[in-house]
Each structure stands twice: as structure tokens, then as C-alpha cells.
């Protein structure tokens, strides 16, 4: 007897590591529910998870990848950028927009060899809703951020609060939206602080947002219990069809699948020692400190964070990535570290150079907190494994995500930063020693610490439910795939 055809779905990421991952981990849950997945992407960007879907396959899983030639020669780059992570300089940064704007017919290709029954295609792609209009199937827009940066979003671009302000670090607060926020223009994304004024950028948010509206929906890497004011705004007030669907990250179960998560390399000595190192000390007494895959970080910062972490006397792991020193410079250590830190703190701290394995290191016990710059994926995964946090915006909707954490669900305390930088220009010493060290010991000690402690420990097990059979994100995933099933999306 013959089965129906399983549902079959393209996912196109973005090509950077904080788009990629979600989008992997949501490939992998859907495919865990008998849909057929197929990831777009291209060769050097399938490198970074191909061992976690060849286990899928093994499982029996039906995922696969499809590879595109990404166009870097076409737009000006040399042989091998693909991803936003090899980025060094703005101008490389602009060629590899060029380039991605080069996908459209490619991606119309596929579509036509594949057949897929819908496309999911990464928020950044605002113009995948109509290259799936021309082959007549439904394209879902797939953000990696929370329900309220996107309500703050909107609301910027639609009552443009900014007209109104006077000095780039006046207070106003955003219109419109469930909870008092108060924000300075110097917090918003460059692309949003001339808004209402600068009409070439405002052009192109309005063209995402467009998109947005005009596809048959979001999917948003999220869940009701954390953000129900902003899931029910954005759905009501602002009339989106969504479905929330998070954390996506909790479908990594097995230790292969988190190491392996956005990491091309061979298993490196650095991931299985600090997970050793971590076994020797005590209960939540370990500072976690990562700024994600792209965040550039000056070494005058860098230094300052040194100094601040020293100061609060914290046992801590600290990745670094790199520097935004001029390019092609030897990686020096001592320009960023200050003298003799790293010895001085032996057995206390752990310098990571290059990729963690953050949800390995975020589930162990001894992390008692998580000074992150406030990427969602970080921010999701501190929350599913109940660690509060120390907030560090840098850049994009950063900031918007800081307020969810330290003012709506109150799991962190904020470092104070006050500059949202441009893409790769934060040369400047945004956040001072005194502010580091004074963030870092409300986190980890004292009554309030045991409180955000307690919250975050509610927040993660709402999380896990969510996802169970029955459970919001879970309900959600299921009215999705059953609307596309029945052809009603
Ligand atoms: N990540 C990791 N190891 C690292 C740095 C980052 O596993 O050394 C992962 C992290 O777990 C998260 C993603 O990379 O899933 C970063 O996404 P996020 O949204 O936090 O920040 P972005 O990199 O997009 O700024």
C-alpha cells in the first residue's frame, strides 16, 4: 500500500554561524517529525554541521544539504569567504551582501529541481518570498531573534519615535509595545538610528519587513512562556501569522551532536579540557564569558574585560575569537591581555581561543553565569540550561534583547553598555573595569543572584516543556506542519 508523499521543506540560512545553527536544529526537528528536510547552503558553510546530519541519516532521518556556488569572485571576493564570520573589513562585508543578493536565481533553481512543498528561508532574504511566489509555493521567513526585538522593530519603523529626540542618548520610550522600555538612539542598530529621517536605510528595513508581511508567515525560534506578552502583541496587535516552535537548541540531545554544533574541526583538546577543568570546581561558582561568532571586541576592550574579570575574583571560561586589530596581523596575546594575566590566573580561568562548546559548557553545573553579548541563540541557551546572566549588548537588536533579560523575565543584570556599534567599528572603550567587576558580583553572589538563580531554573524547565508532546512550542510546530499538510498556510 502506498504512503503519501512526506512533506518536504527547503531551509535556506543565512550563511553565519548565529543563522546556520537554529536553522540546522529547526531542519532536525521537523525532519524528527517525518518531514523530508533539504538545507540549501553552500560547500564551505555545509562543513560546519555535515557530521551532525550524516548521524541524522544514520538514524534514519530523511535530511540532506543542497550546495549552491556562492558567488564570491562574481561580487568582488576572494575564493573561500562564504561566511560572515571570515569577514574582515567593511568592504569585504558589503561584497558578501552583494554576493548573497546574487543567490535569487540559483535559489529559483533549485526550487525547480527540488520540488519542495514550502521553502523556510532565513529573515535576511527578503526577497526568497517572491522568488517562491514564481514557483508557487508558500516561503516561510525563519528569524533567530525574540518576539520583542521584533515588536521593537516595528514599532520604531512605524511611529518613528527617533524624529523626536534630540541628542543621541536622550531616553524615549518605545511606542506601542506591552512594557515600558526605554531605549536612546545610540542603543539602535545603525540601520535604525537615522530611521524616519535617512530614507535609504529605512528603505531597505521596509522592504524586510514587507516581505515579511507578504509571506505566509513566521517561524521564530522562541516559546510562549517567556515572552507571552510580545508572542500575543506581535500575533494581535501587529496581525503576523507565527508559529514559535523554541528552543530549537534542545533538540541536540546526545554529547557528539553539541560538540560537533557549528564546528567544522576535529574534536580539539580545548573542548574535552575545559569540560574536565569544569569538573573540578565547585557549583554555579564559574563565569562563562562568550561574544558570540561575528562580535569584534577592540583590544583596548578586551584588555578592560581582563582587568574587570580579575578584579571580581570569579573563576571563569572566556573565548575569544579574535580582535578587530588590522587585518592580517599576527594574533598577539599581550596586546589584549595585560601583563602576565594569563599566568596569574592559572587554575582560576580558562582563555578559549577559537569555538566552545557552549551548550556542553552552559549545561555543566559549575557555571553559575553567562556574560554574553546578547545574541538570541546565547541568550536561548543560557535560559534552557537556568543560567542567569550578565548583559553585553554590542550590536543589531542586541539591546532589545538585553531588556527580555534584565527587565521583563529578570535573569540578568546589565554591564551598562550604552553604544550600539556599527558593524565592525567598536574600537572604542565602551564599558569600564568598575562596571564589569560590579555586574560580575551582582551575578554571582549575594541574595538577588539566588533569585535570578531561581528564576532562570523556572524559565528552563518551562523551556524543556515547551518542546514536549503537548507543550506550547510543540502545539505550535504541529498546527505548522499540519497546515502545510493540508495545504491551508
Ligand atoms: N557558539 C559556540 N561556540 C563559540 C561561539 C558561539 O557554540 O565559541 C554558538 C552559540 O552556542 C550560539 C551561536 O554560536 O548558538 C551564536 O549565536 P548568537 O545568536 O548568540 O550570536 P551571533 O554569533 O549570531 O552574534
Known sequence: DSKPDPLHILFFPHLAHGHMIPTIDMARVFARQ???????????????????????????????????????????????????????????????FKAVSLLQQPLQQVLEDCHPNCLVADG???????????????RLVFYGTSYLACCVLDSILRYEPLKNVTS???????????????????????????????????????????AEITSSGVIMNSFQELEPAYVRHYRKTLGRKTWHIGPLSLCNNDIEDKLERGNANAVSTHRV????????????????????????????????????IEASGVDFIWVVRKTNKDEEEEEDKEEWLPKGFEERMKGKGLIIRGWAPQLLILDHEAIGGFLTHCGWNSILESITAGVPMVTWPLSNEQFSNEKLVTDIVR????????????????????????????????????????DMRNRASALKWMAKRAVE???????????????LRLNSI
Open 168 to 210: 543621541d542618548d536622550q531616553l524615549f520610550e518605545v511606542p506601542g509595545i506591552p512594557d515600558k522600555i526605554m531605549m536612546t538612539r545610540l542603543q539602535q542598530a545603525a540601520e535604525l538610528r537615522d530611521s524616519g529621517t535617512n530614507t535609504e536605510t529605512t528603505v531597505v528595513l521596509h522592504k524586510l519587513l514587507e
Open 411 to 450: 535573569v540578568g543584570v546589565g554591564i551598562g553598555a550604552q553604544e550600539c556599534s556599527k558593524w565592525m567599528e567598536s574600537k572604542k572603550l565602551l564599558v569600564t573595569k568598575e562596571n564589569i567587576t560590579s555586574a560580575i558580583s551582582q551575578l554571582m553572589v549575594g541574595e538577588e543572584a539566588n
Open 273 to 308: 579540557e575545559c569540560l574536565i577543568w569544569l569538573d573540578s570546581k565547585k557549583p554555579n561558582s564559574v563565569l562563562y564569558i562568550c561574544f558570540g561568532s561575528v562580535s569584534w571586541i577592540s583590544p583596548t576592550q578586551l584588555n578592560e574585560l581582563a582587568k574587570g
Open 34 to 96: 517525518g518531514v523530508k528536510a533539504t538545507i540549501l547552503t553552500t560547500h564551505l558553510n555545509a562543513s560546519f554541521f555535515s557530521k551532525v546530519i550524516e548521524r541524522d541519516r544514520e538514524l534514519g532521518f530523511e535530511i540532506d544539504t543542497v550546495m549552491i556556488k556562492f558567488p564570491s569572485v562574481e561580487a568582488g571576493l576572494p575564493e573561500g569567504i562564504e561566511n560572515i564570520s571570515s569577514i574582515t573589513s567593511q568592504e569585504m562585508g558589503y561584497k558578501l
Open 469 to 483: 508532546e503537548g507543550g506550547s512550542s510543540h502545539s505550535d510546530l504541529k498546527a505548522l506542519l499540519d497546515g
Open 124 to 138: 535576511m532574504f527578503p526577497w526568497a518570498t517572491e522568488v517562491a511566489r514564481k514557483v508557487g509555493i508558500p
